[in-house]
């Protein structure tokens, strides 16, 4: 912001504040952050425990996923996934004795109907109101580091070698602080016969207002280390990111391979993962992990041939031919 002759605002200044002094990086690699507060006289807002409300959510939320099986099953797997791949734990004594913020964040389903094979995920209303105030109420969204859509598509398209790639599971692989994690806390059981039981998300959740600034200083702070090592790779992380996916492009195979590589490493270092890697490139595919390419491709109908396509920013790309592939819909000429 200050490059640009921006003023920050007094929260954003306390967001970045909040941020630079909180983050830090454990013995394991991953990054962990404390929640972003709008602090008050220099310390965190109280937060009523709000267990009523989110229980009677909960148990909404349940009737009517019900009514869908599927819907409901999806629900509990994807909360299954997140207890065994380390993200959310089950509260302990510890836990229930905790004295100041304690807030439960009610959960809902959301069906995403244009991925094949269709994709569902848990989000958090962090927006939930009780006695007049919510998590989001207290927490500040920051600065905005969100980089511009245009630029990313700009990028892909400056350089001979393109290719783009997915942080897999951003927002999951940035631990919460423990000292603010009871302010994550959730309510679920898989059968309805059992009593509701209390878990805690140990990693950011996908809904808090500051989780999109949190992610995006976090991803520069991981850049920013390697910036003598790998300075090429850490600017392109740093400018060339939307939200968890990487756009770019190089002007040689040899650079796009070696930014591929480098960029693989920084977010390893964090515990991350750059999956699903697709370029117009084969040589460049072929050089990396075949685990960190991107295999499933969406068939597409163009002039009686099927085009096989991924999409990027919600537009078809044909790594192939290395065309941007549009999809008419003649019913609605």
């Known amino acids: ?34 929640l972003i507060w709008r602090l008050r006289d220099g310390k965190r807002p109280h937060i009523p425990d709000n267990f009523p409300m989110v229980l009677q959510r909960q148990l909404a939320q349940e009737r009517k996923l019900s009514k869908t ?14 207890i065994d791949d380390g ?15 304690i807030n439960y964040v ?57 290719f783009t790639g ?20 959730l309510l679920w059981r898989e059968d309805t016969s059992q009593a509701m039981q209390i878990f805690v998300k140990k990693s950011m959740l996908f809904g808090p207002s500051s989780s999109p600034f949190m992610s995006q200083f976090a991803k520069n702070w991981i850049a920013d280390k390697f910036k003598d090592i790998y300075p090429t790779t850490s600017e392109c992380i740093k400018k060339e990111v939307y939200m968890d996916d990487l756009f770019t492009s190089a002007p040689t195979l040899e650079e796009a391979i070696s930014r591929a590589k480098e960029a693989i490493e920084i977010f390893a270092s964090a515990q991350m993962q750059l999956t699903s890697i697709q370029s117009n490139s ?15 491709l969406i068939p597409l109908l163009s002039d009686s041939n099927i085009d096989y396509v991924s999409k990027v920013l919600g537009v078809n790309w044909n790594t192939s031919t ?12």
């Open 282 to 296: 084969s040589e460049l595919l072929a050089a990396l992990p075949e685990e960190r390419i991107k295999k499933e």
């Open 69 to 82: 099986p599927e819907l409901l099953e999806a629900f509990n797997n994807n909360f299954k996934c997140e």
């Open 322 to 333: 290395d065309k941007i592939v549009f999809e008419l819909n003649e019913s609605l000429l």
């Open 166 to 185: 997915d942080i897999k599971s951003m927002f999951n692989r940035i631990l919460i602080d423990p000292i603010d994690q009871n302010c994550q806390r």
């Open 106 to 162: 009610p959960m809902s389903l959301v069906v995403n109907a244009n991925k094949r094979p269709i994709k569902t995920r848990n989000v958090y209303d962090a927006s939930a109101k009780f006695k007049g105030t919510s998590l989001n109420d207290n927490l500040l969204a920051g600065p905005n580091l969100l980089i511009d859509l245009l630029k990313p598509v700009m990028s892909m398209r400056e350089n001979l070698i393109a």
């Open 87 to 101: 993200y959310i734990r089950a509260a302990t004594e510890q836990d229930m004795l905790t004295v100041g913020n």
């Open 1 to 34: 912001l200050k490059t640009f002759g921006i003023q920050q605002t007094v929260d954003e200044k306390s967001a970045i504040s909040q941020a630079e002094s909180g983050l830090k990086q454990l013995s394991s690699g991953f990054i962990q952050m404390p």
